[in-house]
């Protein structure tokens, strides 16, 4: 397959894309959840406590019912898996199910919205033979949409995006949770390695930052579930980055356990490093 960098050069398009009419379903969906989520953000009424941690809003729901409306009335045949309301079969009883299924996060950073706080996103991914083939990742805020298919290159606003590799790691502004044994150790001697770590609360948009150097590496350990990562670790693969679990294993994994999956995302000459730093 061709990568994004000989796409981006050579006049390619989403209209070349396999999933372009997925692509493009994703990005109108994702522009009208997101105007949903700003609209509802000011009026807030019911915050429900999920744990001690976490919480969900009625806008996590109405922006979910949207998304489940609309694949149900243009995909009958795919499936639906949602933070709150898990798996949604395929509805159409005259075919067989496509054994696709729209991965999605209807409000990735709950905390941070309720709290009022502008960094939050929505995001949607179709995956097919069990991997991320389109994705978007919409920031409502910025009015931003970072976008993906597996066979094109990662784009924002519908302009080409790359990765931007420092030439030293020490520079680099990095997204970093994380959780486990010897946090603060692990913590200190990463942090000593680059610039300054950062985070955001909303693992889907720093992820997504990869693609256009706003973060130059993304790195999350445990508590990331499919819908946090389908859509932004296939942007940030398109865009030039190499994306792997803690192990350097394969990020995406569609039965993966809420909250069991780890991601790192960076340019190819730090990745490794990266990995070395985490495990060491």
Known sequence: MTGPEEMAGSGW???????????????????????????????????????????????????????????????PRDAVLSEEVGVVAAVDAAGPPSGRVWVCDPLDGTVNYANGLPFFCFSIALVDGGRPVAGVVRDPVRGESYAATADGPATLAGRVVRVHPKARLRDSVISMGLSGARVP???????????????????????????????????????????????????????????????????????????????VAAPAPHQATLLDLLRS
Not at 16 to 43: C, I, K, N, T
Not at 63 to 70: F, P, R
Not at 213 to 235: H, K, M, P, Y
Request: glycine fraction near 8%.
């Open 185 to 263: 150790e692990r913590w200190a001697k990463l942090r000593s390695a680059v610039r300054v770590p950062r985070g955001f609360g909303a693992a889907a948009l720093s992820c997504a930052y990869v693609a256009n150097g706003r973060f130059d590496a993304f790195i999350q350990e445990s508590n990331l579930s499919t819908w946090d990562v389908a859509a932004a670790g296939l942007i940030a693969e398109r865009a030039g980055a190499v994306v792997t679990d803690l192990d350097g294993g394969p990020w995406f994994t569609l039965e993966a356990p809420s909250r069991s999956m780890s991601v």
């Open 13 to 75: 398009s989403y209209a070349d894309s396999r999933w372009a009419g997925e692509l493009a379903f994703a990005l109108d969906l994702a522009e009208r959840a997101g105007g949903l989520l700003v609209d509802l953000q000011d009026r807030l009424v019911a915050i429900e406590h999920k744990s001690e941690t976490d919480v969900v809003t009625e806008a996590d729901h109405q922006s979910e019912a949207l998304v489940i409306a609309a694949v149900r009335a243009i995909y």
